[in-house]
């Protein structure tokens, strides 16, 4: 009797000891760490989005006019999908801002970088930005794997011409592009 008990107890502590295991591997499945990022790649993948905001994701077809584009330097994960589990806001640096500047210099346009939104001029009947300029927000990196990546990111010309969403960025031949979005997708 006193060995059945024994063999019991043996038999559920290797049980709890397997399901232990199993939590910690499941767990662990999913969480991918972050590649030794570069300052090369962080200007590069912020380029990828900040390029396709311009262009053809500015809620207007690429067909919208941006004179100014201002680019809040702080990050904020919620721009593209405002459910998603969100980070740390991350400043980026001044050497980042200045590279990223120097990567859109072929646009038609001046790229500022601000603190804040509400340092920046808006009718208050429109919502339109005084110089009909549009606000960046950018999330931050996301690795999936050292040549994959998702940015949250967010584009706000006036009141009821918004949206966002989170960009699949990849490494393809040396270079960073976007190549898709995931999750959800908003537009106002």
Known sequence: MKQTLLSRGSKVCFLLALVVVAIQVAGCRDA???PQETEKDTVAIYHAVIRRLYTSDDTF????????LYILRA???AAGDPSIQ?????????????????????????VIWVDRSDQIGIDAKTG???DNGVILTLGNIKYENRDKALV???IYVANLAAGGKTYIVEKKNGVWTVTGTTGVQWIS
Do not use: M, W, Y
């Open 32 to 34: 991918i760490p972050a």
């Open 61 to 68: 077809g690429g067909k919208l006019a941006k004179p100014t």
């Open 75 to 77: 990050t904020n994960d």
């Open 86 to 110: 969100q980070s740390d806001s991350v400043l980026l640096a001044e050497n980042v801002q200045q590279e990223i500047v120097a990567t859109l210099a072929d646009l038609p346009t001046k």
């Open 128 to 130: 339109r930005l005084q």
């Open 152 to 154: 949250s990111a967010s």
